[in-house]
């Protein structure tokens, strides 16, 4: 514990935390968008993916404390970030524009902090209305009984409020992961010129593709009322 206090205390470990742990959850967000995709799957995948989730015990709950952790940890350097800069620049510039190059001044850039506190919001609603939702239980094709997901999934983005609120918040997680995806691997020093433009340009393509891939979910759901094409029951 006293090390990592250090570490966010130091300038050094501050910016490999912050690399590191942005890292860490823009793969869990891949791995997150790849298991909502399920429900596109046979009629029983989606649930079926929470049933395997939900029954890995202690691995889950390790995971789930790691995954927190990395959570709590870069929402604290990235507010701290923010703080001093403000106390350093109290005066908003009235004009923005980028320097290209190693700054990136853009929207994605000078919006972290807002785009960041809407997503802690939304990770807190998230969980609460998923994880520990009421779902009625059906059996799967294994004969395991497990809880119903799925319809709880499509129930809620069925309600135009659940669906285009979703949507709003993945537009924003596209915009944070399109400054924070090239910011993490800049922190972890790789600041070569041509690398560094590099991984913004993918960056920036990886944050796209998320965004879409998540808000196509409720969209998709909400304009075809649950019972588009790809959606087997």
Avoid: C
């Avoid at 130091?10 to 793969?27: A, H, N, P, Y």
């Avoid at 939900?54 to 350097?77: C, Q």
């Avoid at 190059?101 to 960041?116: D, E, H, K, N």
């Amino acid at each position: 514990m006293p090390k990592l206090l250090n570490a966010l205390n130091s300038q050094v470990g501050r910016k490999l935390l912050t690399g590191i742990t942005g890292i860490s959850l823009t793969i869990f967000v891949i791995v997150h968008l790849l298991g909502n995709f399920t429900l596109f799957g046979e009629p029983d995948a989606f649930n079926t993916y929470a049933y395997f989730l939900e029954n890995l015990g202690g691995l889950l709950i390790a995971a789930e404390i790691g995954l927190i952790a990395v959570f709590v940890i870069h929402a604290y350097i990235g507010t701290s970030i923010w703080w001093n800069r403000k106390k350093a620049r109290p005066q908003k510039y009235h004009v923005y524009s980028s320097k290209g190059g190693p700054s990136r001044q853009t929207l994605s850039s000078r919006s972290m902090i807002f785009t960041g506190v809407v997503l802690l919001i939304f990770v807190i609603t998230h969980v609460r209305m998923f994880k520990f939702g009421d779902t009625d239980i059906v059996t799967l094709s294994t004969g395991a009984e497990a809880r119903d997901l799925k319809t709880l999934v499509i129930d809620t983005f069925m309600q135009p409020a659940w669906a285009f609120g979703y949507t709003f918040v993945m537009i924003l997680l596209g915009l944070h992961l399109g400054h924070g995806i090239w910011s993490s691997f800049t922190s972890l020093t790789m600041r070569n010129k041509a690398m560094s433009s590099m991984i913004y340009t993918i960056g920036t393509i990886v944050a796209f593709l998320l965004a879409v891939g998540f808000l196509s979910i409720p969209l998709y759901i909400y304009f075809t009322g649950g019972e588009g094409s790809f959606i087997q029951y």
